[in-house]
DNA sequence: CAAGTAAGTTGCAAAACGCAACCGGGCTAC
DNA sequence: GTAGCCCGGTTGCGTTTTGCAACTTACTTG
């Protein structure tokens, strides 16, 4: 993968899966929410091999989700903790497992995500439109933004096209 | 990876990311999304090799996130359709994508997700409380779930008495 | 019927992964 | 202070996964 998908030019999801798109990237991210943070640690609660884990925290580290500071007390240790945009993938995260409670396997409830004030569980995470609707996936479109890239807009634009001559065809 | 991570029993991001944790498994579904349907449609699109698609589309086909359908008007075409499990992954692709804009690269708006009946762009996605507030990683717990094997419950215990302790340690 | 096209399949080379052994600095205990 | 242990790596090597290109089979089109 890593030589290929220049996929559609800056396409956010081929970005985000260039660096997460792996079978460790995201359960590491997962540690540390759940309190990891020494090397031992990730490998231990992963299963992880060490050299895979030392080239993903590396990975991790320089793409800013995770900072790595040498612990004060002894030395030896070596303290990965979640930066700011790595704890901004927490709304990822909690998505990520809804949606894999509901719709992989038994449909298990095996992880709950309540509000530590109230003891509350949170809603499911959705799509909100700009007056606070829930939207379904049905109801968006995807257009390019400003800093499309020709290639994405093109992309994005032929989505469009089909998804309408799609409509068209639908309502003759 | 394949083997390993059994992990911590049945954590549903384990699961998810044993299922969509490669370089392509998302890039197919938002492909999906973008109205792509057939082989050649993915493959040309996206750039990936023919026997990887193949494995791929097999896979999500297996796990009910896609429906394979060989077309009706020309019987050499075969049409795979998000079904409502791979619609469902929707809000995990919009925040992804968002997260990627945010914070991954040049911080550009590259991709616009709009309501299509109000042309208004859509609400980042966020963790939401039961009663309407929008929470921070930090408001929250996660807890194991009636259905949490002991590996998962366990590890999900010892993460609170961490965050307990290091709370004490920070209190005192 | 000849040519072209869609969806795979197969064989092979290159890259990524997983394991186990090794290493160097830093603590700890005697 | 030195022997032994722990921590975070690194290295070498065998296995698995990926990527590429050529081939195949079924079907449609001219």
Same mark, same amino acid.
């Given at each position: 993968?890593?030589?290929?998908?220049?996929?559609?030019?800056?396409?956010?999801?081929?970005?985000?899966?260039?660096?997460?798109?792996?079978?460790?990237?995201?359960?590491?991210?997962?540690?540390?929410?759940?309190?990891?943070?020494?090397?031992?640690?990730?490998?231990?609660?992963?299963?992880?091999?060490?050299?895979?884990?030392?080239?993903?925290?590396?990975?991790?580290?320089? *793409? &800013?989700? @995770?900072?790595?500071?040498?612990?004060?007390?002894?030395?030896?240790?070596?303290?990965? $903790? #979640?930066? =700011? !945009?790595?704890?901004?993938?927490?709304?990822?995260?909690?998505?990520?497992?809804?949606?894999?409670?509901?719709?992989?396997?038994?449909?298990?409830?095996?992880?709950?995500?309540?509000?530590?004030?109230?003891?509350?569980?949170?809603?499911?995470?959705?799509?909100?439109?700009?007056?606070?609707?829930?939207?379904? *996936? &049905?109801? @968006?479109?995807?257009?390019?933004?400003?800093?499309?890239?020709?290639?994405?807009?093109? $992309? #994005?634009? =032929? !989505?469009?096209?089909?998804?309408?001559?799609?409509?068209?065809?639908?309502?003759?």
């Amino acid at each position: 993968m890593s030589k290929s998908n220049p996929c559609q030019g800056n396409c956010p999801i081929a970005r985000v899966t260039a660096l997460l798109g792996d079978g460790w990237s995201l359960m590491i991210i997962r540690e540390a929410f759940l309190g990891s943070g020494k090397f031992n640690e990730f490998e231990r609660r992963l299963g992880i091999a060490r050299n895979i884990l030392t080239n993903r925290l590396r990975k991790l580290v320089g *793409a &800013g989700l @995770l900072k790595r500071r040498e612990s004060e007390t002894d030395r030896r240790v070596v303290e990965y $903790r #979640l930066t =700011a !945009a790595g704890r901004a993938l927490f709304p990822v995260l909690i998505a990520l497992s809804q949606w894999s409670e509901q719709h992989l396997g038994d449909c298990s409830h095996s992880v709950r995500y309540v509000e530590r004030a109230t003891g509350e569980e949170i809603r499911p995470i959705r799509v909100v439109s700009a007056d606070g609707r829930e939207l379904d *996936a &049905g109801e @968006l479109v995807m257009l390019p933004g400003p800093d499309a890239d020709p290639a994405l807009r093109a $992309r #994005l634009n =032929a !989505a469009l096209d089909q998804a309408g001559s799609e409509a068209a065809r639908a309502a003759s």
